[in-house]
Nanobody
């Protein structure tokens, strides 16, 4: 299973970006997919997740109301729409997929990881 993340870039504070993550390879039963981010010198942290079966979403408090996670079942793709970006959102963003329910905000719950895409927000 491969996860290909894209859509990162440089944006000014207050701007928007849309990240995409496409899953390919052998078919696997996705319980959910998520986005995490890692800023320089910091640990990887949870951003958002979506339950594949019914679209239930979960967000970190720091992005609630600004970021929206969504999915396209047919394309096996998850998106992260990021609005009102702040300099503190600057990080490498990783998408991930998990096979089992639970632990949506826990990195250990995820089986597959994408390569990461850099988001830089200038002030």
């Amino acid at each position: 299973v491969q996860l290909q993340a894209s859509g990162g870039g440089l944006v000014q504070a207050g701007g928007s970006l849309r990240l995409s993550c496409a899953a390919s390879g052998r078919t696997f039963s996705k319980s959910g997919m998520g986005w995490f981010r890692q800023a320089p010198g910091k640990e990887r942290e949870f951003v958002a997740a979506i339950r594949w079966s019914d679209g239930t979403t979960y967000y970190a408090d720091s992005v609630k109301g600004r970021f929206t996670i969504s999915r396209d079942n047919a394309k096996a793709t998850v998106y992260l729409q990021m609005n009102s970006l702040k300099p503190e959102d600057t990080a490498v963003y990783y998408c991930a997929a998990k096979s089992y329910a639970g632990g949506s905000s826990n990195t250990l719950a995820y089986d597959y990881w994408g390569q990461g895409t850099l988001v830089t927000v200038s002030s």
